[in-house]
């Protein structure tokens, strides 16, 4: 039986005070929703948050960015809920949150695909800046569409069409940074900082074309975010599934702090 005194409610701009002091509270956790909360006008067309409360407080939050989803919940009793306002989304691609969550929602969604990856986070104090071997160039607009390609054509990436519209928004919207080595005229490896926001931001897509992995691009795009933005006095998190890239990034300073999972629906 759903329990409809916690009714799922959609957020507003004058709301987003209230919802960010919630989110902070796990910063880390809550990156992509705070990068996002801060950045954008809940107005726009590609963005929707909604809100579960108990006793007036804040308890569970959901966003959907394009077609992808993410939820935070503190209360348990608020997932069937939040799975019935991802279920009205017959274009929803996926949702993503804290693997605890994700694992509860299962029973409610139809999941076609279940990912599971460590959160890892890197502080000022944490960080071990590294001596760069190749010289990454930061990206600028004009960049988006030759990295997009080089991304879609990154075996472990899964890229697809569905992705190109959001693709590049950090840069566009000034909300990230990305940077990219070339071996010649190619783009052989690049790094993305997303959902940047006031404490810290999500470093994803870091890729490198198979013949030139273990030659030390990946890390010097890495260090070169990393870098960037504890100057600013903000942390770095992102999520990793192997070993060899867990080594990675620990050796620049990143530590694991919690689990994240992907639901894929198509």
């Not at 993410?70 to 949702?95: A, F, H, S, T, W």
């Not at 080595?181 to 999500?202: F, K, W």
Request: hydrophobic share 40%; proline share 1%.
């Amino acid at each position: 039986m759903i329990n409809m005194v916690m009714k799922v409610t959609k957020c507003n701009n004058s709301e987003k005070e209230e919802l960010l002091d919630f989110l902070k509270l796990k910063p880390a956790e809550n990156c992509f929703l705070i990068g996002d909360i801060e950045n954008f006008n809940l107005d726009e067309e590609f963005i929707d948050i909604w809100l579960l409360k108990t006793a007036g407080r804040v308890t569970s939050v959901l966003l959907r960015f394009y077609k992808y989803y993410i939820v935070y919940c503190e209360n348990e009793k608020d997932i069937e809920n939040i799975c019935l306002q991802i279920n009205k989304d017959k274009n929803c691609l996926n949702v993503a949150g804290i693997e605890e969550t994700i694992d509860k929602m299962a029973a409610f969604l139809p999941i076609k695909e279940l990912k599971r990856e460590f959160l890892a986070e890197l502080s000022k104090d944490s960080f071990k800046n590294q001596e760069a071997i190749h010289k990454p160039i930061k990206a600028k607009e004009s960049d988006i569409d030759e990295l997009f390609e080089f991304q879609k054509n990154i075996e472990e990436f899964s890229l697809t069409e569905d992705s190109r519209e959001s693709f590049g928004k950090e840069i566009k919207s000034n909300t990230g940074r990305i940077y990219f080595c070339r071996y010649g005229n190619d783009i052989v490896s690049s790094a993305t900082l997303t959902a940047e926001n006031s404490i810290n931001g999500m470093i994803i897509g870091v890729a490198t074309t198979a013949e030139y992995r273990r030659k030390g691009y990946a890390k010097s795009c890495m260090n070169a975010l990393c870098k960037e933005l504890v100057t600013d006095g903000k942390a770095a998190i992102l999520f990793y599934r192997n070993t060899d890239a867990g080594r990675l990034y620990k050796s620049i300073g990143f530590k694991d702090i919690n689990r994240w999972a992907i639901a894929s629906f198509k």
